[in-house]
């Protein structure tokens, strides 16, 4: 059962455009956390937000965690080649019986940034 | 080093041999966990370890899959009679604490069975 759904699973867009993804859930997680993966490589955090309604930035990317906390979004600004790659939301597991620590992944978003 | 590494790299086996995956963690970390990514997936937790021992085994898909951590630090994932199903990469993250929310991820083992 996939218990966060990433939307889109594909994007291809031009270098300069704005783009949003999106992770969401019928759960609650106690946090949410955005991951960015290359081929060959493990996936590095982005972030991690933790309460309803919280919005960061790490330069041109902005993430918001719902009010509820069930679902997530992933905002770029102005795209770069540079941002290529799999983004992976991923969430406690804490409200399914899991020990407090493992993640439940999301299929991911690959995303393509063409010149 | 300062991350996480993971060996090998790359296995290729045949179907019903038995493969051991190596998971270094950051030094210092408690806590370490194992995922598998198959092809076009988000990466699926198998097992957490706390210090030595296992604090949760219930990713791990059946009893081919064995994990260790003897003295609480290195890893080692047996997994035995491969099948072409457990084809994958497979990732190993560790955190400073069972509490800490940031886990930091190994390059991962791509494990082919023939």
């Known amino acids: 059962t996939q218990l966060l759904e990433q939307s889109p699973q594909f994007l291809s867009i031009q270098e300069g455009e704005n783009l949003t993804v999106y992770c969401n859930s019928s759960s609650v997680f106690s946090s949410l956390q955005w991951y960015r993966q290359e081929p060959g490589e493990g996936p590095v955090l982005l972030v991690t937000?933790?309460?309803?309604?919280e919005v960061k930035k790490l330069k041109r990317l902005t993430f918001q965690f719902g009010d509820a906390r069930k679902d997530s979004s992933l905002h770029i600004t102005a795209a770069q080649t540079g941002d290529t790659g799999l983004y992976l939301c991923?969430?406690?597991?804490?409200?399914?019986?899991?020990?407090?620590?493992?993640?439940?992944f999301g299929k991911g978003t690959k995303l393509s940034v063409k010149p | 080093g300062a991350g996480v590494s993971q060996t090998p790299s790359n296995k290729v086996t045949e179907k019903g041999k038995y493969v051991e995956l190596r998971c270094d963690p950051i030094s210092g970390h408690t806590a370490l966990y194992w995922y598998r990514q198959s092809l076009g997936q988000g990466p699926e937790f198998l097992i957490y370890f706390q210090g030595t021992g296992a604090a949760d085994d219930s990713g791990l898909p059946n009893d081919r899959f064995f994990a260790v951590r003897p003295e609480g630090s290195v890893s080692t994932l047996k997994i035995q009679r491969t099948e072409r199903g457990d084809s994958a990469v497979y990732l190993c993250?560790?955190?400073?604490?069972?509490?800490?929310?940031?886990?930091?991820f190994g390059p991962g083992t791509r494990l082919t069975v023939l």
């Open positions: 993250a560790s955190s400073l604490t069972r509490l800490s929310a940031t886990q930091y």
């Open positions: 937000v933790v309460t309803g309604g």
């Open positions: 991923a969430g406690s597991s804490l409200n399914y019986g899991g020990s407090q620590g493992n993640l439940i």
